[in-house]
């Protein structure tokens, strides 16, 4: 089982940036799949969830409006659209798959930093 974050990098305020997730070891369509942050220190943060079959959406309070959630099951990958990028923004973001029968998986993380 594989989760494989990339996309993040050095933004400025304002600006945007995608992060995808590809998976791999498991049947992707099951799984809900969800972008978690964390920064140093602080507790994680749940950013945007997406059902199996990637019709419900929900978005953490901080980041509704400015980020987007979105899965492609036939591609086996997760994306978060990130527009608006704020300084409180910045941390390690995570993929999540869940599934009741079998748990959930974790990727390993990329550094999203907004800065000027």
């Known amino acids: 089982v594989q989760l ?8 400025q305020p304002g600006g ?3 992060l995808s997730c590809a998976a791999s070891g498991f049947t992707f ?13 602080k507790e994680r943060e749940l950013v945007a969830t997406i059902s199996s079959d990637g019709v419900s959406t929900d978005y953490g309070v ?6 987007t959630i979105s899965r492609d099951n ?3 990958t997760l994306y978060l659209q990130m527009s608006s990028l704020e300084p409180e923004d910045t ?9 009741f029968v079998t748990g959930d998986y974790w990727g390993q993380g990329t550094q999203v930093t ?3």
């Open 62 to 67: 901080s980041v509704k409006g400015r980020f």
């Open 91 to 99: 941390a390690v973001y995570y993929c999540n798959a869940d599934w």
């Open 29 to 41: 369509s099951n799984y809900r799949m969800t972008w978690y942050r964390q920064l140093l220190g």
């Open 114 to 116: 907004v800065s000027s």
């Open 4 to 11: 494989v974050e990339s996309g993040g990098g050095l933004v």
């Open 74 to 76: 036939t591609k086996n």
């Open 16 to 18: 945007s940036l995608r």
